[in-house]
């Protein structure tokens, strides 16, 4: 069994092209969280990970 975790930063620029007949809404829509891809622009996030693995030697 393997243990494994990490901490880091993100920086992510998000741009839209060859959008067709884009419609502005002011209704807030449902999202759930994390809701960092929806928004044009660039953002810095915080990245955590933890995982385990699990293997067989024969």
Same mark, same amino acid.
């Given at each position: @069994?393997?243990?494994? &975790? &990490?901490? $880091?930063?993100?920086?992510?620029?998000?741009?839209? =092209?060859?959008?067709? +007949? !884009?419609?502005?809404?002011?209704?807030? @829509?449902?999202? /759930?969280? !994390?809701?960092? +891809?929806?928004? /044009? &622009? /660039?953002?810095?996030?915080?990245?955590? =990970?933890? &995982? @385990?693995?699990? $293997?067989?030697?024969?």
């Amino acid at each position: @069994m393997d243990l494994y &975790g &990490g901490i $880091g930063v993100a920086k992510r620029i998000i741009t839209y =092209t060859d959008v067709v +007949n !884009p419609v502005k809404s002011t209704e807030q @829509m449902f999202v /759930e969280f !994390p809701s960092y +891809n929806l928004v /044009e &622009g /660039e953002s810095v996030i915080l990245h955590l =990970t933890l &995982g @385990m693995k699990i $293997g067989l030697r024969f």
